[in-house]
């Protein structure tokens, strides 16, 4: 798409400068190879800005770092000269991009000396920016934040992390919400994957990806539902098309709209938005007429088989079409590709996990997997793309409302285990809470309010919430508001809150949209390449950035920022009790990184010392480009990036786990099984696995987790050291801070945490068997009676949620249109640091919808023109329209990526002189609507409805 509308501003900048912008992207750095001067784009408050002199002899020195984008984990070589970033390439030998680059990727060094940053700590007042030091800054912001909670209690300040935080300032960031005292702490994987995690786990134990870009190259098969990677993950999209040529390999596509990807399959579905769960069934269905099912794996390895039977006879083909729009001979293909080609895995993203009903379809889709024997071997396995480049890493480290690192929750006993790693008293922590009980619920135990539903939180009675008081003050540390739905109801929450705190390179849009002139804080954080330490793909493995150059402007990086108001807060002592500050203020990563491995057993965080992962991002030229294990050299056998679980303490040397519950391995080397997590038996049945386990178990057959008792009974407690006693006593695998247990476990050949079944059913959710449930705003008014919705809950995450009250209210009639959205292949997330980018500003300029011929024929408009979309809760965004059938009748599309503009008005004057993005545009969630997961609170983005108006 070619849209070529530039807004006045850039007009005036490219006027001034006497050239056009394609000139300018002719001319400028990258054929020079040095850094564009700091007043080139930006107006007269930065023209003291002067680039760095660089001599041409200056000599080079090569650093490696990560690209900070999607979650594939591109390595690149940053080339600095004088402490000045001034060239890349694309890592030849890294073993996930082998040289390969995405646009985003091509344009990083842009983003490491971005011109359009925020340069100083800023506040509104009186409807102006006005400059303050970093020391006014802090004590401003934390006098508030202790005001407001003398008066309303720990939980009335919300702390909105970020999956663009490295894992160590991650980590630091949810251990600094507990000691402040609160469980209002969330992140982007709220509304990107938390569905993934929950129904993911709840299935077979762990909630990531379970095998790894490099291993779909043995894959015979490949579903994609929900996913998009040609454009979403560019780089992914090598590993696919190698094993398209490889194996020939079979690519289904189950999407509503015809993407890039779609180009490229063997077998495309056009699925009806929401209807996720009924075309797998149907898949489904003639798996089991035909009996393609892998019998031997099911018996052996599944639990609850039968219940999806049952489930699955109701949905014939007949029926199936009737739901989906999808043909018998479609779905029949489906499953014959599928069973016909295995091993195969399916791949999802959030086409697939953002809908009222996503803990639904992604344990629909790992059911599949399991019926059709594809887990837990090379080819097969659940590939779950990742969105952010810390998204998996951040959420392993808690930056969640329901956790603490490690997913161990947020009951006493979790509590107990971190107050043990922290050194600190456990009941000095708990009196750092409210200590009152909301709904008999004490806040330190209670799930606090997730990022979906802050909004909520400020707008709802406080009487309906379970907390003291509502959310009055907002740190946005790294979130883009424009990412989340009911964009209209987060204006208004914006206006009541009493202060704003955004920490972040670029001012977001967060700094604009609020319709406020005071109480805004913006604190420029440092890129990812101002600092360093460690990241997790989407894969699990872990990487570590190289610091690439020293913090430009005036900001800092976030752990220090940390560290500043902690100590203004009262709890740096705590904080950082067994972490060194270093001259600069800044807590000494390598510690922080030490510190989560001494307390994250469940999931194998454990393993991975600074010293381990650097030797790895050191070596990837030795690395197996498909089964990335090291062939010789320093760290020979080890998984690249040592993938969790990374078993025991560092010592123990264990290489990572490439596949997750891969028995054809040792544990030692990477092997397991299903996780023991839901107990050992169930309604009078047994949960473990029957005669299948790990190659080199000493128990043949399931078993339960270890813990002291079990090794005592097994008689293998004398294997343990004296001092490994004395900390196992009463322990168990997870608890054990001295991993004896996993230690002994794991030289008998077993896994820690036991060895049983996966569960096709999960009794604690809403659904047992995942159902097909109508989404909250539905055309299709003739099934709503057959696949309703649940009925509203009371306080879900301390915060009511409605369902029926919303799906009985028939919008369909004067809102005809389904709306879904997505990504670009230029821009990423909320959008604000690509589109500052002048080489991907280039790439996409404007904020567009795309409509089929047929509907803009109805309505009377052409490819072109300017259009109004309205949502179904009045929220409307101008934008261009892109006619197209890419997708059908009936259905629009927008990115998400666009900010600046709202309902119509351009907010470009509203944010500081010279840090506006290049490309401003409508945000898509102005438009979007009401509808939450009820198990995760998971925002419904994917399917609601609209109207569409020529302007």
């Known amino acids: 798409m070619k849209l070529t509308k530039r807004s006045d501003s850039v007009q005036k900048q490219e006027n001034q400068l006497g050239i056009t912008r394609r000139m300018f992207m002719r001319t400028s750095t990258i054929a020079a190879g040095a850094v564009a001067s700091a007043s080139m784009f930006v107006p007269s408050m930065m023209k003291k800005a002067q680039a760095k002199e660089v001599p041409v002899d200056a000599p080079t020195e090569v650093k490696r770092t990560i690209c900070s984008h999607c979650s594939v984990g591109c390595g690149i070589y940053a080339e600095v000269q004088n402490g000045v970033w001034t060239g890349q390439e694309p890592a030849f030998d890294h073993p996930f991009n082998a040289g390969g680059h995405c646009a985003k990727g091509a344009a990083l060094r842009e983003h490491g000396h971005g011109e359009r940053r925020l340069k100083y700590p800023m506040k509104l007042e009186n409807g102006k920016w006005k400059k303050l030091s970093w020391e006014q800054a802090i004590e401003e912001v934390g006098n508030k934040a202790l005001e407001i909670r003398k008066e309303s209690g720990p939980d009335s300040v919300y702390w909105l992390g970020s999956a663009k935080h490295n894992n160590e300032q991650a980590y630091l960031y949810r251990k600094n919400a507990a000691m402040w005292g609160t469980n209002n702490i969330d992140h982007q994987a709220r509304i990107c994957h938390s569905t993934t995690v929950a129904g993911v786990a709840n299935t077979w134990g762990y909630g990531a990806m379970t095998n790894s870009f490099n291993d ?5 098969s490949i579903l994609f539902i929900g996913s998009n990677p040609a454009e979403a993950h560019p780089v992914a999209m090598q590993h696919i098309l190698i094993a398209k040529e490889k194996n020939s390999c079979k690519i289904v596509v189950a999407d509503p709209r015809r993407t890039r990807t779609a180009a490229k399959a063997d077998h495309y579905v056009a699925l009806r938005p929401g209807s996720d769960v009924a075309f797998i069934w149907g898949v ?40 989906t729009g999808i043909t018998e001979a479609e779905v029949y293909e489906t499953a014959k590709l599928l069973s016909e080609n295995r091993p195969g895995c399916v791949v999802w993203c959030m086409g697939g996990t953002q809908h009222t009903t996503g803990n639904n379809n992604t344990r629909a ?15 097969g396995g659940a590939n779950i793309f990742r969105g952010h480049d810390n998204v998996q890493g ?28 922290w050194e600190l008293d456990f009941e000095w922590i708990k009196g750092r809470f409210d200590q009152g009980k909301y709904n008999g619920k004490a806040p330190m135990n209670n799930f606090g309010i997730p990022v979906s539903r802050w909004v909520d939180g400020v707008l709802e009675d406080k009487a309906n919430i379970e907390q003291n008081d509502n959310i009055r003050a907002m740190f946005y540390w790294g979130h883009a508001v424009n990412s989340q739905t009911r964009g209209t109801e987060i204006r208004k929450a914006m206006s009541k809150l009493d202060m704003m705190v955004i920490v972040d390179p670029y001012p977001t849009v967060a700094a604009v949209m609020n319709d406020r002139t005071d109480g805004v804080y913006l ?27 020293e913090p430009l402007f005036e900001s800092k990086p976030d752990h220090e920022i940390m560290y500043l108001l902690s100590k203004k807060l009262g709890y ?27 307390g994250m057993w469940t999931i194998g965080y454990t393993g991975q010392s600074p010293e381990r992962i650097k030797a790895h991002t050191q070596n990837w030229h030795t690395f197996h480009k498909t089964t990335l294990e090291a062939e010789g050299g320093p760290v020979n056998g080890e998984t690249y990036g040592l993938p969790w679980p990374c078993w025991g303490t560092p010592e123990m040397k264990h290489p990572g786990t490439h596949i997750l519950y891969d028995t054809s391995k040792p544990v030692a080397q990477g092997g397991g099984n299903f996780r023991t997590r839901f107990g050992v038996e169930y309604e009078g049945q047994s949960l473990l696995a029957e005669d299948s386990y790990p190659v080199g178990c000493e128990i043949e057959d399931g078993h339960p987790e270890f813990t002291d008792k079990l090794l005592k009974q097994l008689g293998w407690w004398d294997d343990l050291t004296p001092e490994e006693k004395v900390a196992a006593e009463g322990k168990n695998w997870k608890t054990d801070l001295s991993g004896g247990i996993q230690r002994v476990a794991i030289k008998h050949g077993c896994m820690p945490f036991g060895n049983a079944k996966a569960r096709a059913i999960v009794w604690t959710f809403p659904d047992r068997v995942p159902q097909h449930r109508e989404p909250l705003y539905t055309p299709r008014r003739d099934l709503v009676a057959d696949y309703p919705t649940w009925d509203d809950r009371a306080a879900n995450f301390r915060i009511p949620t409605l369902y029926k009250t919303i799906q009985d209210q028939d919008k369909s009639k004067e809102y ?60 409307r965004i101008h934008v261009k329209a892109m006619v197209t059938r890419r997708v059908k009748p009936g259905l629009a599309f927008v990115p998400f990526h666009f900010g600046g503009k709202f309902q119509g008005e351009d907010l470009r004057n509203k944010y500081p002189e010279g840090t506006d993005p290049y490309v401003i545009g409508e945000a898509a969630n102005t438009a979007t609507t009401y509808g939450y997961d009820p198990v995760t609170q998971m ?13």
């Open 284 to 323: 489904l269905w003639h798996v089991f007429a035909n009996k393609w099912e892998d019998q031997e794996f099911i018996n052996q390895r599944v639990f609850g088989m039968d219940e999806i039977r049952t489930e699955v006879a109701k949905w014939n083909p007949a029926e199936v079409e009737r739901v």
């Open 216 to 220: 779909m190259h043995n894959c015979k």
């Open 939 to 951: 925002q419904e983005t994917k399917v609601t409805l609209c109207k569409i108006t020529k302007a």
């Open 523 to 549: 604190l420029p954080a440092t890129t990812q390449f101002e600092t360093h330490g460690s990241v997790t793909a989407s894969n699990r493995s872990f990487q570590w950035r190289e610091k690439i150059v």
């Open 394 to 421: 951040a959420t392993d480290l808690g930056v969640l409302s329901d956790t603490l690192p490690g997913y161990y929750g947020v009951g006493e006993g979790a509590w107990k285990h971190w107050s043990k790693v």
């Open 816 to 875: 005809p249109i389904i709306l879904t959205s997505g990504r670009l292949v230029e821009y990423e997330g909320g959008g604000e640091e690509t589109r500052s980018n002048p080489w991907l500003a280039e790439l996409q300029q404007e904020m567009f919808v795309e409509v089929n011929p047929k509907d803009a024929n109805d309505i009377g408009f052409k490819d072109g023109d300017m259009v109004w979309v309205e949502g179904a809760e009045k929220g």
């Open 365 to 379: 889709y790992c059911i599949l997997e399991l019926a059709l024997g594809n887990m837990g071997k090379s080819g």
């Open 572 to 598: 740096a002592d705590q904080l950082f009790k067994n972490i060194q500050i270093d001259e600069n203020n800044q807590p000494v990563i390598e510690d922080i990184t030490r510190e989560f491995n001494k």
